[in-house]
Structure formats: C-alpha cells, structure tokens
C-alpha cells in the first residue's frame, strides 16, 4: 500500500515537473492573469504578520489571540458564546455533541449541501435525512420538511446557501411545532442580515466556516456560536474537552495560508495552481478528510481546536469585515448588470458567489477559462462527493430539484481580489461569444 502511494505521488511530481501545462500559460499572454475562487480575503500584511509571530516565538496552540477572536466574533453577532475549532464541521459536530444527538436520532438539511454536514451528523451516531431545495435561492424547501419529520429527528439545519438566507422565521415555526433544534448554517456567510436580524443569530445555535474559499479566512477553521445559556455551557464542555491539533499540523496550516495567498493571487495562479498541487502531493499542506470518502473521526485530527495564531489572523479579518461585504456588494452589482435580464439565483446583496443556472456549462467554462476559473461548486447534492452517496444516507432521486441544479450550476468569485474591471473582462469575453448562443442559454430558464 505504501509502496503503490509513494508511486502515484512520484507520478504526480513527474508530470508536473516535465510536463507542465502551466507554460501553455507562458506562451498564451492572456492565461497570465486567471481569477480563482479562493483567497480573496488574505492580505501581505497578514501573511507578514503570521511570519512576524513565527519569528517572536508566539504560542502555536494555545493562547491569547483565541479569546481574543471569539470575543470578536460574539460582539459582532451579539452573541453570548463564541467557540473556535479547526474547521466548520467540527464545529457542527461539536453543536451535535452538545445537544446530546447521537444514535437513534435524526437530523433534517437540505439535500444540496457539502459532504461533510452529513459526515459529522453520522460521526455523531444520528442520521441525516434530506429535504429537496427551492430552485429560488438553493435553500431547503420549507414546504417539504414536515413531511420528513419522525419521532426521532432532533433537529433541522437551515443552510444559507451561497449566503442566499433561508425562510429561517417559517423553519422557526416548525422547530417550535415539534420541539426541534434550529442549526443555523453559517458556512457561506458572515456579517450579513436577513429582515433586519444577522444571519446565524436567528437559529438556536449556529457555526460558521473560515476555511480558504469562505467569508473570511483562517486558512482553515470553524465557529461555534449560540445565545442559549443551556446550549452555551454545554458547548464550552465540549470545548473544553477538545484538544489542539499538532504543533506539525498548525505550522502546515500557517504555511498553506501563505502559499495558497502567494500562489494563488492572478497573475501568479496559471503557475501556482500546479505549484499548489505539487506541495499537497509532498504533504506540505494541511486538510482535514479526503472528501471523496467517509472516514471515521478517529482516522484523522478531529475534532480539534483552532490555533493561537490562526486567531490571530481571524481578528484582523474581522477587522476587514465591513470592507469585504461592501466590496463583494459591488462587485454583486456588476455582475447583475451583465447579466440583465437573466434569472439570477442570488437573494443576498453580498452573496459569497454569483449564481448562474445554464445548459451547457462546460461551454461556458471553457468560454471564461482565459480570465475566470469557474466554478460548478456545487455540482453534487453533497459537494466533494459524487459517487456512492448511499454512504452518506442518500439516495439517488430523492431530491430531484437539488439533482437537477448540480448538472447546472455554475458560480462566479465576489471576494476581494474580484475588480470592477476583471468583472468587465468577464463580460468582453462572453460578447465575443455572443454568436455561438452560450449566453442566451441561461435564459431558458427564465
């Protein structure tokens, strides 16, 4: 097995080293400036700032940036209880933990999500149970759920798909109808509101992702967030059980935070996509699961805590909240005036992507390749994970709305490295296409 490893990791470096399709981007001039999907957020000062603690010796695991970040964090939701962990999902997990959810229990989310919701439902012991989307805004369709409630569901996650919000009033109701749990799922948003309230301070609890293609980054990382009392003090038991990653993986996920700000910035992406791959193969950087598989909790470091300086980072990210939300508002804008005219698919002013349905999407990504990396995200009903979706307790048509969007979808960068004028390049691009029909395709689904 080791040997088989060592051999495809040896394949991968060959290839990437003598046949490197990033010099297609040396000779092409206009692959040398690529938008991508993450690290929009990261700053050099940031990146310098992580260096700087390295270099003081600042404490890797625990310390003070910690409280520091979660009370930043509560403050600025106006919450009472703010937990950090080193992902999204052991956050979730810890919530679960918290509420006493385990075997023989049920948890209801929407069946167009990523697959590692239901991977932490079942590390708990329950099991996840799918209700379809609305084609409006990719959000669970409130008017399917009761119908999937049984004596032993415990609770219902309400995810803000892309930062479109849910009907979290009428989830509301339902919880409170049959004595259930409101999750908020906070993982594609931050900072924004829905009816006058901030998103993940309607539920009973809520948890938040700061991984590299989020709102905000930490490199990786999650929050765990409730103005429950009860709620609160059982999470901070969990809290307090949970251990640091290792000292080798926190320094793994500071140096991913560098790289991929360094490597994936545009006109360096055509080159640092495969530089990117070529560190993941030499284990340089850090992730939590393979998504393509269902491990157990055991098989790798989870649950755990977030680090000293990861907190560190968080904070001054906070900082920039305001200016990150005014700016993917912006550029929210302009993509809306190219796209006069179409179905839009966002209801947040400050969407995490833009979302676009179309009929030929891969014509449309090959169209945008020279000045976009599209993203399909998500072209699953549970996203990192295509096949045998019968191991996350899902069967194949039993949400045919979210089965349809993911053959699709196609989604479009707001985050900090977007200009206004990249937005305008965007569009240059699919005039020059306008007479092959690819963008008057969409409009079918008017």
Known sequence: MAKAIMKRKLSIIFNLLLFPSFWTGLVRRRSLYQLN?????????????????????????????????????????????????????????????????????????????????????????????????????????????????????????????????????????????????????CAHTLGTFYKGSMLGTMGDVAFFSTDHTKFISTSVGGIATTNDELIGQRLQKVYDDTPFLSKRDILKILFQFIAVSVLYYPRLYFLGKHLATLYAVLGLTFFMSNYSEIKKPESYPYPARMSNIQAKIGISQINNLQKNIEHRTAIYLKYKEIFKGFKLKNTSDAPLRFVLEVSNRDEWIESLSPVLEVESWFDSCAQGKKDNLEEIEYKSGECPVAEGITNRVINFPTHLKVRPRDVDSIARNLNERLLSGITNEVKKYD
Request: glycine share 6%.
């Open 37 to 185: 999907f993450t690290s929009g957020t990261t700053t050099c000062r940031e990146c310098l700032m992580v260096i700087s603690s390295l270099l003081k010796l600042e404490t890797i695991q625990h310390g003070k940036w910690i409280s520091a970040f979660e009370k930043k964090v509560a403050d600025l939701l106006g919450v009472r209880y703010a937990f950090t962990f080193s992902a999204g999902r052991v956050a979730l997990y810890a919530i679960l933990k918290a509420l006493d959810i385990g075997d023989g229990n049920e948890v209801i989310l929407p069946g167009y999500t990523c697959v590692v919701v239901p991977a932490a439902i079942i590390y708990s012991g329950a099991k996840p149970v799918y209700v379809d989307i609305s084609a409006e805004d990719y959000n669970i369709d409130v008017t399917k759920m009761e119908a999937k409630i049984t004596d032993r569901t415990r609770a219902i996650i309400a995810q803000h798909t892309y930062g479109n919000p849910s009907n979290v009033g009428a989830i509301r109701q339902i919880c409170n109808r049959y004595n259930l749990v409101l999750i908020e799922d």
